[in-house]
């Protein structure tokens, strides 16, 4: 009962937070409104039992990715007067009919998929699941390989931003 | 973990581009700014070569193995795509040294962004496991989007950087959306337990007959066995019919990330304004080598994840999306590249015209019960494909000096008396991706639509549908040809207008006529190179083998999926 | 779950005192406003120009640097937490990543990447 209520409050805050990014004039507005929709984020992963994921969701995306968001913002430094107030023109009345497409085909589809026996079965996950430890067991003994390739990964990442925005180059 | 000894050695390939490539940054670094880069392309091409020849070397033809506990594959398949890769990365590196000093962006971190995405790219292709894969994809993709906007003084560069970062980004935010919806329908990520489960519960699901979920199960033990929490496989276990489409869904997300990624239309928007603005020998390499990539780890991915009956040709089946998608490739590809004046838009749109051709061989493997012997014309088709268009690419980089850049038509008039060799090269190029022998492309093409035929001579319903699209193919290619002569034509029937400075750098020249050369004797002497495309893709680890049929006894997948051939 | 609960409670409970602090002062404090309290804070000086300034680039490459190594750090904490457990394999995992790692920052380094101009 308790479960459904939280998860329920989060998913709502979710959608909604997520909802006024979109809306929100002021791209800043729409930054601290994708920060609040990461923290609801967080609390289903919480409920997921994914706790490392949700720590790491709040760190990286609340923390260090939307510092960049921000950076980006200012660097475009787009005017108030800029910013035009939408008009729904042939192209967004094209992708508006497409993305509720989308989202009924998906959304129908998981339907299915929960309504079937395919429900997971919360009680049989043991109570460390999620946690730092198996992740770090997995990291290191099967997913070693994509472990070392993301080290790869985030090189060529560095190297691709110096390359891409280092002044004197 | 398997065999340390054999992971550490199965990956040397990769490790050794990378460490290349980190040789190089670290050479760049410690050095004065102002000392010319170019020796570093020589660092370079002699890394693609020690890669192609490690990946060569250690394993004998004709096995294939899982290292990583199932998480790649060292196969035929692998290994000739590897050496494809290399050589691609090693004619570009011997391109661009000149156009890099030319456009002032002489700088050796080109040389290490090409041995990182070629390393990229082996994996990919090596991937067993989609986890692998979207790393290896991510690799790849950032470096080339780097070497896209290299070129920063030039504000066109940094547009193809840009329009290819955004758009690709979003198709690999969807790449990651269907990987996830598929390990939810299936609970795994690993490509030959989806196979099974496809194949088995998802399919029988589909048709009605719920009861049968032991497949499922079964990828519960696998994952068990690969050392995942035991009680997370039980909870795997429980999924059943429902996910049914759920796991059509995450294919289908799947196929249009690779759609976008080998620019098939209508997912190719990115790929005109990309190959205008980008500097054109990273052009040569995107053209080339990551459309073969893509294409390479998309006939892995559907030969051994997504081959089961139903999912091919059921009412969802990918038979007909690659069939809507070969059609409108070609069809659009040919005609819109009829009426550009820009070469690099022509070629541009012609790369999207020569994804729908493999996408045709794609189609012929779907109508034939996923017979993917049919398949190997697609690897020639992609040798020779690669080498002409890094040639032709590296024509106009060697032509273009900085402020004249080699775009246009007339750019070429008259090149073909004053560099008679250039010319000649470049219209050796152009006939093979015309398919005209007796260039290389003419094989490939003919191989590709052959397996068409064949696949369509074994009768079954839509083997009209498959006539059809070879009939529409062969007609929209004759169209082709037509621009692809336009060039001969300005090559050598107009006078030249312009003078090309001489340039000191040999080696792009060098890589041009060893792009020529490769075309002509792959066009005359294909029979080597269709033997190890035809052993390659018959070795291909992973699969379930040759036409695949569900039978209650269906091989488990052994842990990580390792299966020994031969 | 349950075990998390202490963490919405602080979180609900830091929210409200924020937002009861604010809104104190706000329906509390004292409230004279005239034009020249209104004006920009410039030390007394005029305010003039405009004060949305175009942001450097260098910002942007501190934020990707940044990150870069932030996510190196979160691949390392589930390493740390059993690396013990694995002995000499769990080192050489963690020595190859860093490794790698370590050559990206000296390539930045040399660069200028970390330099401010």
């Known amino acids: 009962m308790a479960e459904t209520i939280f998860f329920i409050v989060f998913a709502l805050g979710a959608l909604g937070f997520s909802a006024a990014v979109l809306i929100a004039k002021n791209p800043i507005n729409s930054a601290v409104m994708l920060v609040c929709s990461f923290f609801c984020l967080a609390g289903i992963y919480v409920m997921l039992s994914a706790t490392f994921m949700a720590v790491i969701q709040i760190l990286v995306y609340a923390g260090a990715i939307m510092v960049l968001f921000i950076f980006v913002l200012m660097l475009l430094n787009i005017r108030d007067d800029e910013i035009e107030a939408p008009r729904l023109s042939i192209h967004q009345g094209i992708a508006i009919l497409a993305g509720t497409g989308i989202f009924f085909t998906i959304a129908l589809s998981i339907a299915a998929w929960s309504g079937s026996s395919s429900r997971v079965a919360h009680d049989t996950m043991s109570d460390t699941f999620g946690t730092v430890e198996p992740i770090g067991d997995q990291l290191i003994t099967s997913y070693v390989l994509p472990f070392e390739m993301a080290a790869i990964l985030l090189l060529v990442g560095i190297v691709g931003a110096v390359v891409v925005a280092k002044k004197r180059f | ?566 | 779950m349950i075990d998390h609960i202490a963490i919405l409670i602080i979180f609900i409970f830091a929210s409200i005192l924020g937002a009861t602090v604010v809104a104190l002062s706000v329906f509390f404090g004292p409230k004279n406003p005239n034009r020249w309290k209104k004006t920009v804070y410039e030390s007394g000086s005029e305010p003039f120009g405009d004060s949305r300034l175009k942001l450097d680039i260098k910002f942007y490459m501190i934020a990707i640097s940044f990150i870069m190594f932030d996510v190196e750090a979160v691949f390392l904490i589930p390493w740390a937490v059993v690396a013990k457990k694995y002995g000499l394999y769990g080192f050489a995992v963690a020595f190859v990543f860093i490794t790698i790692l370590a050559i990206g920052l000296v390539y930045e380094w040399g660069r200028g990447g970390l330099e401010w101009d």
């Not at chain 2, 470049?426 to 191989?447: N, Q, R």
């Open chain 2, 1 to 566: 973990m398997g065999n340390p000894a054999f992971d550490i050695l199965s990956i040397l390939p990769f490790a050794v581009a990378c460490s290349f490539g980190m040789l190089i940054l670290l050479l760049e670094v410690f050095q004065r700014q102002t000392a010319s880069r170019s020796y570093l392309a020589g660092i370079a091409v002699v890394g693609f070569l020690l890669t192609a020849f490690v990946s060569g070397s250690f394993l004998p033809t004709g096995t294939a193995r899982a290292t990583f506990g199932g998480m790649a594959w060292i196969d035929g398949y692998t290994q000739i795509f590897t050496s494809l890769f290399c050589l691609a990365g090693a004619l570009t590196a011997m391109i661009a040294p000149r156009y890099l000093q030319e456009h002032g962006a002489d700088r050796g971190e080109f040389y290490a962004l090409l041995l990182f995405s070629v390393a990229g790219m082996i994996m990919m292709v090596a991937a067993a496991d989609l986890v692998v894969f979207f790393v290896a994809l991510e690799i790849m993709s950032i470096a080339v989007y780097a070497l896209a906007a290299y070129t920063r003084r030039s504000k066109l560069s940094s547009e193809a950087g840009f329009k290819y970062f955004v758009l690709g980004a979003f198709a690999s935010a969807i790449l990651l959306y269907g990987i996830a919806l598929v390990y939810g329908a299936t609970g795994t990520t690993n490509l030959a337990a989806i196979g099974q489960a496809f194949g088995g519960d998802v399919a029988r699901g589909a048709t009605g007959d719920a009861a049968a979920m032991s497949t499922l199960a079964q990828n519960a033990i696998v994952a068990a066995a690969r050392g995942a929490d035991v009680s997370v496989a039980a909870v795997i276990g429980n999924t059943g019919a429902g996910a049914v489409p759920l796991a059509i869904l995450g294919a289908t997300l799947i196929l249009i990330a690779f759609s976008f990624k080998i620019a098939a239309v209508p997912f190719h928007m990115w790929a005109p304004d990309a190959y205008t603005g980008a500097p054109t020998p990273v052009v040569g390499f995107m053209a080339a080598a990551v459309k073969a990539a893509g294409v390479a780890a998309l006939f892995r991915v559907v030969s051994v994840a997504l081959f089961s009956d139903s999912f091919r040709g059921g009412e969802y089946g990918w038979v007909q999306i690659f069939f809507a998608l070969a059609l409108l490739s070609m069809v659009v590809g040919n005609l819109v590249a009829l009426v550009q004046g820009n070469i690099k838009r022509m070629l541009a749109y012609s790369s999207v015209a020569h994804a729908g051709y493999m996408l045709v061989a794609f189609t012929a493997v779907g109508f034939r019960g996923g017979d993917i012997s049919m398949g190997s014309g697609l690897v020639f088709y992609l040798f020779a494909y690669t080498i002409a268009t890094i040639g032709a690419f590296g024509v106009l980089s060697w032509l273009g000096s900085r402020g004249m850049p080699c775009d246009n038509f007339e750019d070429l008039d008259g090149v073909g008396y004053r560099y008679p060799w250039i010319g000649l090269a470049m219209s050796i190029f152009m006939l093979s991706a015309a398919g005209i022998p007796p260039a290389a492309g003419f094989i490939g093409k003919f191989l590709v639509f052959k397996s068409a035929v064949a696949a369509s001579a074994a009768g079954g319903p839509g083997s009209g549908l498959l006539i059809f699209l070879v009939v529409t193919g062969i007609l929209v290619s004759v169209a082709g040809v037509y621009y692809y002569l336009r060039v001969i034509v300005h090559l050598y029937m107009k006078k030249a207008t312009r003078e090309v400075p001489e340039m000191p750098y040999g080696a792009a020249r060098w890589a041009i006529v060893i792009c020529a050369v490769l075309t002509l004797a792959l066009g005359v002497l294909p029979g080597k190179l269709v033997n190890s495309s035809e052993q390659a893709v018959g070795q291909m680890a992973g699969r379930a083998d040759g036409v695949y049929q569900q039978s209650a006894e269906a091989p488990l997948p052994t842990p990580g999926g390792i299966r020994l051939i031969r």
